[in-house]
């Protein structure tokens, strides 16, 4: 157990079925964690994780900057933006790095990604779950390769036209060479290691949707009370202990993400810049992906907030029917409820509730407002339905930072900061370059 939490990549494979013979993609991920998770299983591979780190994130940021500067070159090679980029990927990779170094001393993978609990879950779950695990490197594939080719493309076109101005030690083109490769390898760890962790986010958020989905299925059988706030409250607990362990993370994200827009903008609308896409090209990259990061958890966070909210709405229609398919043939006041074991049916009500000139496919909410449940009238009594909905009403569950709600009004207002941010900066750096 303690070589298990030691590692996000635990030792007994015993019901670890899931990374086991389960294709290339999963695999891949798996090899990946390895390299970028600080590993406390032995001596050996910490003193691997921690160097690979120190080396790639701080030693060659400070030789690149300090050393291959050219501030004397043209206008062409110059790089007026590298200390802040430098920085800000360097800040973003240590916040990865030392995070997962905290979950990987206090929990394995099983426990991290509740792999551990997974025997409990229906098939489907399983089955989707593992399929979003094995697109886990294609995703992280989508949102770095893109920038690092033309990181490359640029960091290749720099020193192949800029020889003659770029310091070396000893043979110029093995020293251009060496270097080069140091500051891709450097930027595609650092990059790599916040995505990642943005990546490990989503999957357990994509869990817990699942969860939901599923849960939303207890209101189409025939149910007990007890049941449904027993797993409601499971539901709960998860989502606490998700927010719990990313809270720090997503808030450091958050504020740091904004701080460096606000900087870039700063320096970029300076009376005394001369924006230009050889100049300001790195600004714009490490923007962007910078921003895609946060809006992968930002965006992961909302759907699962929204999904369990919308539970509650669910609840109040299943009670609404079953209210109304009960006495929908007395007047006068509520009739006491009445056990009868022939009144264990569907009862139908003469209602069209479905709109046929409406299309709600976009639309990912567990309540379909337009379709009636199936109503088992008489299995709950009204009072202890009542009671389930104003506990689902006054305990609503999503996702928190610090008590706050990652709700779709918090997403839209981060959203429309960040974008006009991010436009603005692409507008001075890409659009207006000279």
């Given at each position: 157990?303690?070589?298990?939490?030691g590692?996000?990549?635990?030792?007994d494979?015993?019901?670890?079925?899931y990374?086991d013979?389960?294709g290339?993609?999963?695999?891949?991920f798996?090899?990946?964690?390895n390299w970028?998770?600080p590993?406390?299983?032995?001596?050996?591979?910490?003193?691997?994780?921690?160097?690979?780190?120190?080396?790639?994130?701080i030693?060659v940021?400070?030789v690149?900057?300090?050393?291959?500067?050219?501030?004397n070159?043209d206008?062409?090679?110059?790089?007026?933006?590298d200390?802040?980029?430098?920085?800000?990927?360097?800040i973003?990779?240590?916040i990865?790095?030392?995070?997962?170094?905290?979950?990987?001393h206090?929990?394995?993978?099983n426990?991290?990604?509740?792999?551990d609990?997974?025997?409990d879950?229906?098939?489907r779950?399983?089955g989707?779950?593992?399929?979003?695990?094995?697109t886990s490197?294609?995703?992280?594939?989508?949102?770095?390769?893109?920038?690092?080719?033309?990181e490359?493309?640029?960091?290749?076109?720099?020193y192949?036209?800029?020889?003659?101005?770029?310091p070396?030690f000893?043979n110029?083109?093995?020293?251009?060479?060496i270097?080069?490769?140091?500051?891709?390898?450097?930027?595609?760890?650092?990059?790599?290691?916040y995505?990642?962790?943005?990546?490990?986010y989503?999957?357990i958020?994509?869990?817990?949707?699942?969860r939901?989905?599923?849960?939303?299925?207890v209101f189409?059988?025939?149910?007990d009370?007890?049941?449904i706030?027993?797993e409601?409250l499971r539901?709960?607990?998860?989502?606490?202990?998700?927010?719990?362990r990313?809270?720090?993370?997503?808030?450091l994200?958050?504020?740091?993400?904004?701080?460096?827009?606000?900087?870039y903008?700063l320096m970029?609308?300076?009376?005394?810049?001369?924006?230009?896409?050889?100049?300001?090209?790195e600004l714009?990259?490490c923007?962007?992906?910078?921003?895609a990061?946060l809006?992968?958890?930002?965006r992961?966070?909302?759907?699962?907030?929204?999904?369990?909210?919308?539970?509650?709405?669910?609840?109040?229609k299943?009670h609404v029917?079953a209210?109304?398919?009960?006495?929908?043939?007395?007047?006068g006041e509520?009739?006491?409820y009445?056990i009868?074991?022939?009144?264990r049916?569907?009862?139908?009500v003469?209602?069209?509730?479905?709109?046929?000139?409406e299309?709600?496919?976009?639309d990912d909410?567990?309540?379909?407002n337009?379709k009636m449940?199936?109503?088992?009238?008489?299995?709950?009594?009204?009072?202890?339905?009542?009671a389930?909905?104003?506990?689902?009403e006054n305990n609503?569950?999503?996702?928190?930072?610090?008590g706050?709600?990652?709700d779709?009004?918090?997403l839209?207002?981060i959203?429309g900061i960040?974008?006009?941010?991010?436009?603005?900066?692409?507008n001075?750096t890409?659009?207006?370059w000279?």
């Amino acid at each position: 157990m303690e070589n298990e939490a030691g590692s996000l990549i635990p030792k007994d494979r015993t019901n670890l079925g899931y990374f086991d013979n389960e294709g290339v993609g999963l695999k891949s991920f798996r090899v990946f964690l390895n390299w970028v998770c600080p590993d406390r299983s032995n001596i050996w591979r910490t003193s691997l994780s921690w160097s690979i780190f120190f080396i790639l994130v701080i030693v060659v940021p400070l030789v690149s900057h300090f050393l291959f500067l050219c501030s004397n070159c043209d206008s062409k090679h110059r790089r007026p933006y590298d200390a802040v980029v430098q920085l800000s990927l360097s800040i973003f990779a240590i916040i990865s790095f030392l995070s997962l170094s905290s979950w990987s001393h206090k929990y394995g993978l099983n426990k991290f990604l509740f792999l551990d609990k997974l025997n409990d879950e229906t098939e489907r779950i399983r089955g989707e779950y593992k399929q979003q695990l094995q697109t886990s490197t294609k995703l992280l594939c989508i949102f770095v390769l893109p920038c690092f080719a033309l990181e490359s493309a640029y960091r290749i076109w720099w020193y192949a036209t800029g020889v003659s101005e770029i310091p070396y030690f000893g043979n110029m083109y093995i020293s251009d060479t060496i270097i080069c490769l140091l500051q891709l390898s450097s930027w595609v760890y650092r990059m790599s290691i916040y995505i990642v962790v943005c990546i490990l986010y989503k999957l357990i958020c994509y869990l817990q949707v699942l969860r939901l989905e599923d849960f939303g299925q207890v209101f189409q059988k025939e149910s007990d009370v007890s049941s449904i706030l027993k797993e409601h409250l499971r539901i709960r607990r998860n989502l606490r202990i998700i927010s719990h362990r990313f809270r720090r993370f997503i808030l450091l994200s958050l504020i740091l993400v904004t701080a460096s827009q606000f900087i870039y903008l700063l320096m970029t609308t300076r009376s005394s810049a001369n924006n230009n896409i050889f100049e300001a090209g790195e600004l714009a990259l490490c923007s962007i992906n910078l921003v895609a990061g946060l809006f992968i958890c930002l965006r992961s966070a909302t759907k699962i907030t929204h999904k369990a909210q919308s539970v509650t709405s669910l609840a109040t229609k299943w009670h609404v029917c079953a209210t109304i398919n009960s006495y929908d043939d007395m007047d006068g006041e509520t009739p006491t409820y009445q056990i009868s074991t022939c009144s264990r049916q569907v009862f139908h009500v003469d209602i069209d509730w479905s709109l046929d000139d409406e299309d709600d496919e976009g639309d990912d909410d567990l309540d379909d407002n337009n379709k009636m449940v199936p109503i088992f009238a008489h299995t709950i009594s009204f009072q202890k339905r009542q009671a389930l909905v104003t506990y689902m009403e006054n305990n609503r569950a999503g996702m928190t930072v610090y008590g706050f709600m990652m709700d779709r009004a918090w997403l839209h207002t981060i959203f429309g900061i960040e974008l006009a941010l991010l436009l603005w900066l692409l507008n001075k750096t890409i659009v207006n370059w000279s």
